[in-house]
């Protein structure tokens, strides 16, 4: 079995700086911070397993198949504004109408936690291509790899930036993996809140399977989605599952979760497995729910390792910047089973 990792990162996750949230009106530090990726970095640069590499490639061409092109130019556009911008008002009937900046704002931004801060595109632009070259180094026959993604991707819809997302990572990997020949990815979503955006871009693809174990909106963000009864559409009816869980569930709890969603995965018998992480589930995390160990996320990586696929990690959540490195390096050590 392998005894190290490739870990792909960017220079620029460690630099865009989303200064505050707004919530309930009040402003609020950003949870989604530099200091998350540091230790995160810091950690796996002391384990001893990480072969750290910063060859990206230009995920533009798949960031183009994920994404509506309008909402990529907003996105852009607005990131060189010299103010950081938050939406004011959301549309309140369907309509691409939106002339005024503050319409065009509301349309795009699903959410007052996400900021476009200056820079905050092209830092988007290369998490997602870390994404990519994670993935290619998959098909160039690595067993494991993970990629360093900061901002996190699995909020970010087709065209709507929220939950502190703003190009979705995973979803832009599973494309590029699509268009290189596999048949069929699988995304095993493990972030405390439901992967909305990664739903939402695979929900009528059959070719794409999107497995996600969250906090039931009944109690979280997104609040709107991730219910069981939400199961794809057309052709890909049957290829979207959701598990929401309550308030509270332990390692023991939630691992029965683990072995259902696993089981789907493999049933499914994809080419490659995409997995989000989101270490928000820890019995630390600041704005969490859940009760997991440090010591639970290495029987995680071990369990997704007992499928025996070619599996890309990129970085979603995770909040309690003082266990996120010893949470990472717990589940990466279970992944390549050391
Ligand atoms: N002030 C990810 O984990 N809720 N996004 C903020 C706390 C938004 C989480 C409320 C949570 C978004 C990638
Ligand atoms: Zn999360």
């Known amino acids: 079995m392998a005894k190290e990792i490739p870990v ?91 002339v005024n900046p503050v319409a065009e704002r509301g349309l795009y931004m699903f959410d007052t936690y996400t900021p476009i801060t200056k820079g905050v595109y092209e830092a988007a632009v290369d998490s997602a291509s870390c994404a990519v070259a994670g993935a290619k180094l998959l098909l160039e026959g690595e067993p494991k790899v993970y990629s360093l993604t900061r901002p996190p991707g699995h909020h970010a819809e087709k065209a709507m930036m929220g939950g502190y997302c703003y190009i979705n990572n995973a979803a832009v990997a599973a494309k590029y993996l699509r ?33 996600s174990i969250h906090a039931s909106p009944d109690i979280k963000f997104p609040y709107y989605t991730g219910y069981s009864d939400e199961t794809g559409a057309g052709k890909g009816e049957g290829a979207n599952y959701n598990f929401p869980l309550p308030e509270g569930v332990d390692d023991e709890r939630y691992h029965q979760e683990v072995e259902k969603a696993l089981k789907i995965i493999y049933e499914y018998c994809p080419n490659f497995l995409l997995i989000s992480a989101g270490f928000d589930t820890h019995v630390s995390d600041p704005i969490g729910a859940f009760r997991l160990s440090t010591e639970y996320y290495r029987m995680l990586g071990e369990s997704i390792a007992k499928l ?20 990472v390096v717990s589940y990466l050590k279970g992944l390549i089973g050391i």
Do not use: C
């Open 308 to 327: 025996d696929l070619p599996a890309l990690t990129v970085q979603e959540g995770g909040y309690a910047t003082d266990t996120l490195g010893a949470n």
């Open 8 to 98: 792909i990162y960017t220079q620029a996750s460690f630099e865009y700086n989303p200064e505050y949230e707004i919530f309930s009106g009040e402003k609020e530090p950003h949870a989604e911070t530099i200091d998350r990726v540091r230790r995160i970095f810091d950690a796996l640069k002391e384990s001893g397993f990480a072969q750290i590499n910063t060859t990206l490639i230009n995920g533009m061409p798949w960031i183009e198949q994920v994404h509506t092109s309008p909402y990529l130019d907003f996105l852009r556009r607005n990131s060189e504004s010299s103010f950081p911008i938050y939406p004011s008002v959301h549309p309140y009937l369907p309509t691409n109408k939106a």
């Open 179 to 211: 268009g290189q020949g596999a048949e069929k990815v699988a995304i095993f979503d493990f972030d405390l809140h439901h992967g909305n955006g990664t739903q939402d871009i695979f929900y009528d693809d059959p070719n794409v399977l999107f497995v």
